[in-house]
């Protein structure tokens, strides 16, 4: 009985630290790096992406989870979605964006990130 006590504590405690304590990475400039973002076991890698404002950007994404969910990028504030194929990289061109931060994420939201326009 006191192991499940003890377990449902360290569920409660993931979740506490998940939801209200967890600070996301720091971003990546991309104005600086050339880089690719990664989708594999549930995350964009990196999932923070800092961009110029009022200029068009090309992101490099390159998926190596086979999951269905993780085959499409989505862009809601600027409605724009992208296929990723498996295992090769795909080059997704933005339109030049206001200052502000922009979601992407599947289909599912489980694999989200934050594009921040600077």
């Known amino acids: 009985m006191w192991v499940i006590n003890v377990v449902g504590l360290l569920f409660i405690g993931l979740i506490i630290w998940w939801f209200w304590l967890y600070k996301p990475a720091a971003a990546v400039d991309l104005k600086n790096e ?8 549930g995350i ?3 999932s923070r992406i ?4 009022d200029q068009k950007t090309t992101l490099k994404f390159i998926r190596k989870d086979g999951s269905l969910c993780a085959a499409t990028v989505i862009f809601p504030a600027i409605e724009l979605s992208a296929e990723l194929p498996l295992d090769k990289e795909k ?3 933005l339109p030049a964006l206001s200052v502000g931060e922009y979601a992407f994420h599947c289909p599912m939201k489980m694999y989200s990130g934050t594009l921040i326009v600077e």
Not at 34 to 41: A, D, G, L, Q
Not at 50 to 53: L, N
């Open 34 to 41: 050339n880089i690719s973002i990664v989708v594999n076991n």
């Open 44 to 46: 964009y890698q990196p």
């Open 50 to 53: 800092k961009v110029v404002a």
């Open 91 to 93: 080059s997704i061109a």
